[in-house]
């Protein structure tokens, strides 16, 4: 059974980091592309960032400078680490292989 799970969702203040979790089981990630997509009320799911099989990372231009995707192999996770938090970051985080989605971590900024 493939599983994506995420952690490290929080209320944070602007300004401030959160480091974001995507632990896969019964999937290898090591040459999978994974995305993490953002999410708030009311409105669709949109593209934060990725990264390719051969550890290619892209983002969304908004993120670009504040957000870092990485991938650990030896445990099969996708990490997003974001800094200089902004209210508008507010949302679920969702991690996919685009095949498979997690259940999203929220991350709540406060102005």
């Known amino acids: 059974q493939v599983q994506l799970v995420e952690s490290g969702g929080d209320l944070v203040q602007a300004g401030g980091s959160l480091t974001l979790a995507c632990v896969a089981s019964g999937i290898d990630l090591r040459t999978r592309k994974i995305w993490w997509l953002r999410q708030v009320p009311g409105e669709q799911r949109r593209w934060v960032a990725?990264?390719?099989?051969?550890?290619?990372?892209t983002y969304v231009d908004s993120v670009k400078g504040r957000f870092t995707i990485s991938r650990d192999t030896a445990k099969n996770t996708v990490y997003l680490q974001l800094n200089n938090l902004k209210p508008e970051d507010t949302g679920v985080y969702y991690c996919t292989t685009d095949e498979y989605w997690g259940q999203g971590t929220l991350v709540t900024v406060s102005s």
């Open positions: 990725s990264i390719s099989g051969r550890g290619t990372a």
